[in-house]
């Protein structure tokens, strides 16, 4: 049974359609990347699957029983600690005090935070150290799905790196589901089981890929191949770097 | 547990703080100075020297009846300042949250702050006499725009996008503006309440004055009928502590302690 299931979800905003027909399911433990180009509605796609956006049209099934999100800026609060912003969904959740200060030191670990961050205000953090804390914090109530809307985006190549195999073993450990939101073609292929493509104009997925082997298993010069095949001979990943999103109606 | 190091963080905050008041002493300092090239210029009939003045001030605080007239106005001043805090920040929010509303009262807001405030206490005193409510009245509509303006433009200009990180993790629309958007309100509503504290103290005066309603007001109204300079200055330099005394009895802490995370941000040597 699928964790999430989309089925011909549609979005439109003041009466311009971004997404179309859209249907898509996420089974326990898999990591589903969502690629397209930029514009293309895959945040608002995200923001609809999480319960931010209503729909248009479509339905919605959340066979899961709890979720997180890490957005693409880290949406830290300036006013309160690191470890205010990552406890703050146990704040939410009404979790007794006492516990809070060990899980999340325990969460802030996992996302490669040290203790002596946790005191420290989001202006006080580098960028890196930011999406740590904002990691933390999806990781913080142990949800069973994720939702990672291009949360990388903005840092370096090897910093990506790091971050991206940090959430590859925090997947295989605590064991969530997530629809892992990108337009980087290698993170999609390093980090995911199967891989969804989101047709340009938002019309329905365009296809999708399975990139043999496991997250994490794969080694690095067959995740560039892969993605040199992909760009070059696939038609499906063919306009994923091409369109602008100030182009669309 | 961590009570000690959070007492030692506020301690270290208030030595910060007093040091600090270096600066401004050193800027009283000057003032003094002007003052008393001033009086040295022009004499003591226009300009009495700032140490007299200060002499008549303590004079006037010996005798006892300064004492209760500065309550009477400090009294006034804040029942009027907490009347506009009250509503201007319940309508304020209000109407940041609902776009209409906000429409509705753009017209209304610049009709009240184009209308001079001595109107307002010609009008308050034909309908209420030399009262408490007619000073309450004058600086409630005086000092209510700014604090309005401020709550609307904390509800607008926050960041959205903590909104939908709270809801993300389960927080409904009261948790989230308690625990999200009231913080980011409070930063823009906090100058403009301290802009309000102090036009509510000067209209309090002024209205005292005009509405001859007793306070440092009618005090100042008798020493200008006897045309006596040194009291008049020493009125309103009792007047001037008393509002600096509340600011930063009653809004500064406050303040302080919602924005510790600001003074994290400033770079060394820039922290005040
Ligand atoms: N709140 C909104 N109001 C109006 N238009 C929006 C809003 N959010 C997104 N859009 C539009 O929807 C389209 C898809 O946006 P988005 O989902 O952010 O794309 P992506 O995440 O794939 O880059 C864009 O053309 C964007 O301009
Ligand atoms: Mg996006």
């Known amino acids: 049974m699928s964790l999430l299931e989309l089925n011909r979800i549609g979005h439109a905003f003041f009466g311009r359609t971004v997404l179309e027909g859209i249907t898509l399911g996420v089974a326990r433990q898999e990591i589903v990347a969502l690629v397209g180009p930029s514009g293309s509605g895959k945040s608002t796609l995200a923001h609809i699957a999480a319960g931010l956006v209503e729909p248009r049209e479509g339905r919605i099934a959340r066979h899961y029983l709890r979720h997180a999100m890490v957005f693409q800026e880290p949406r830290l609060m300036p006013w309160a600690t690191a470890a205010g912003n990552i406890g703050f969904p146990l704040r939410l959740s009404r979790a007794p005090r006492r516990m809070r200060r060990r899980v999340i030191a325990d969460a802030a670990l996992r996302a490669g935070l040290l203790p002596e961050d946790l005191g420290k205000y989001p202006s006080e953090l580098s960028g890196g150290m930011r999406q740590r804390a904002a990691i933390a914090r999806a990781l913080v109530t142990d949800p069973d799905f994720i939702y990672f809307d291009e949360p990388f985006t903005a840092l370096d190549v090897a910093l990506k790196r790091r971050m991206q195999d940090l959430v590859i073993e925090a997947a295989a450990s605590a064991r969530f589901a997530a629809l892992f939101i990108t337009h980087d073609l290698l993170e999609a292929i390093r980090i995911s089981h199967r891989i969804l493509v989101l047709d340009a104009g938002g019309r329905g997925i365009a296809g999708e890929r399975l990139p043999p082997g496991s997250p994490g298993t794969r080694d690095e010069a067959a995740i560039f191949a892969l993605r040199q095949h992909y760009l070059t001979a696939d038609p499906l990943f063919a306009h994923i770097h091409d369109i602008d999103e100030r182009l669309r109606p | ?272």
Not at chain 2, 129 to 149: E, K, N, R, Y
Not at chain 2, 171 to 177: N, V
């Open chain 2, 1 to 272: 547990m961590s009570l000690l190091s959070a007492c030692l963080d506020r301690l270290a905050r208030l030595g910060r703080f007093l040091w600090s008041a270096w600066a401004g002493l050193a800027g009283l300092a000057l003032i003094g100075a002007l003052w008393q090239a001033g009086h040295e210029a022009y004499g003591d009939f226009i300009l009495t020297a700032p140490l007299d003045t200060l002499a008549a001030a303590a004079r006037l605080m010996h005798e006892g009846r300064a004492q209760e007239l500065l309550a009477l106005t400090t009294a006034r001043a804040l029942a009027g300042f907490g009347l506009c805090a009250l509503i201007g920040t319940l309508f304020g929010v209000a109407a940041g949250y609902s776009p209409a509303t906000l429409r509705l009262s753009r017209p209304i807001l610049t009709l009240l702050l184009g209308v001079p405030p001595i109107a307002w206490i010609v009008l308050a005193m034909i309908w209420f006499g030399p009262s408490d409510l007619t000073v309450a009245v004058t600086i409630l509509i005086s000092a209510t725009p700014v604090v309005f303006v401020g709550a609307v433009e904390g509800v607008v200009t926050r960041d959205r996008g903590l909104d939908d990180m709270a809801q993300v993790f389960g927080a409904g629309p009261l948790r989230r503006f308690l625990f999200v958007s009231a913080r980011q309100i409070s930063a823009q509503l906090f100058p403009a309440l301290i802009l309000a504290l102090g036009s509510a103290f000067k209209v309090a005066i002024m209205a005292e004055l005009l509405a001859n309603a007793g306070g440092i007001g009618g005090a100042l109204a008798r020493a200008r009928a006897m045309l006596d300079i040194a009291e008049a200055l020493a009125w309103v330099s009792l007047a001037v502590a008393a509002l600096i005394a509340v600011e930063y009895i009653l809004i500064r802490p406050v303040r302080a302690e919602l924005e510790r995370w600001r003074e994290a941000a400033a770079p060394w040597g820039v922290k005040r």
